[in-house]
Nanobody, 125 residues
Framework: QVQLVESGGGSVQAGGSLRLSCVAS??????????MGWFRQAPGKEREGVAR???????SYADSVTGRFTITKDNAKNTLYLQMNSLKPEDTAMYYC?????????????????WGQGIQVTVSS
């Protein structure tokens, strides 16, 4: 059972930056073979995909964060990152790290098998 633990959340003013980290453990296979993603859920809203990165380090982003967020991973450290710049109040949400062992790599939450507990990001105007 893969375990994922997020860190780096907090409160920031609009225009500021945060970097989220997600440390993974108990991989059943080579960590580089997992599709990894970041999702978020604001109060009263459905969980949405923010960014994902596949086993070839190809990344995709939601339109709402393109140009502001960057997803990267360090396979040697079993760590996934989300650099968030130019933050907006609408970025306020609980952010979740997710993983799945698959060649396919989407931003659909139903495709991911393992989830972190989530971490809060609050952006004030």
């Amino acid at each position: 059972q893969v375990q994922l633990v997020e860190s780096g959340g907090g409160s920031v003013q609009a225009g500021g930056s945060l970097r989220l980290s997600c440390v993974a453990s108990r991989y059943a296979y080579d960590s580089g073979r997992y599709c990894m993603g970041w999702f978020r859920q604001a109060p009263g809203k459905e969980r949405e995909g923010v960014a994902r990165i596949d086993r070839l380090d190809s990344a995709s982003y939601a339109d709402s964060v393109t140009g502001r967020f960057t997803i990267t991973k360090d396979n040697a450290k079993n760590t996934l990152y989300l650099q968030m710049n130019s933050l907006k109040p609408e970025d306020t949400a609980m952010y979740y790290c997710a993983a799945v062992y698959s060649y396919m790599c989407s931003m659909s939450s139903s495709d991911f098998a393992y989830w972190g507990q989530g971490i809060q990001v609050t952006v004030s105007s």
